[in-house]
């Protein structure tokens, strides 16, 4: 047989129980609390953050009629590649592009915004009806580009 609680003559300690309120700790066990915070010295003049500025060039130079070499050199990163996108948007806005060679020879430094730059550059090219191509890549831009599998959709020449 199973216990199913008190019967109905039967008292729970829990109805005993009646409610105390709760019990305060002495006020000098506590720390004290200072009311007003010392006050912090303003500097008397915040200067601006410094601008950030990427060592970077990028020369965009027709090689024939229906190639169009791009090099870069210096650091592809957050700041310098909406300058590799300009130059793309300023291509393929020009007319009909064929091929596109981005040489990376020169490029020192890459983040994934930098990547980023490099596979929009390659899905405007394409859209254009042209073909990407990257050139010069150092090891580092090499292992970038096959640990992200950029490899498999850009052409490494």
């Not at 169009?68 to 592809?76: A, N, P, Y």
């Not at 915004?113 to 150092?138: M, P």
């Amino acid at each position: 047989m199973t216990d199913s609680g008190p019967g109905p003559d039967e008292s729970s300690p829990l109805d005993q129980a009646t409610p105390t309120a709760p019990t305060l700790v002495a006020d000098t066990a506590l720390p004290r609390v200072p009311t007003q915070l010392p006050a912090t010295p303003v500097p008397a003049q915040v200067s601006a953050p410094e601008v950030l500025v990427s060592p970077f060039d990028l020369a965009v130079t027709p090689d024939d009629p229906r190639r169009t070499v791009i090099t870069l050199t210096g650091e592809l990163d957050l700041v310098s590649s909406p300058r590799l996108g300009h130059a793309i948007d300023d291509l393929v806005g020009a007319g009909p592009v064929d091929d596109v060679v981005l040489d990376l020879a020169g490029v020192t430094f890459c983040d994934v915004r930098g990547l980023t730059s490099v596979l929009g550059a390659h899905h405007a090219v394409v859209q254009a009806g042209g073909r990407l191509a990257v050139a010069g890549a150092s090891k580092m831009m090499v292992r970038l580009l096959t640990l992200t599998g950029l490899h498999l959709v850009v052409v490494l020449v």
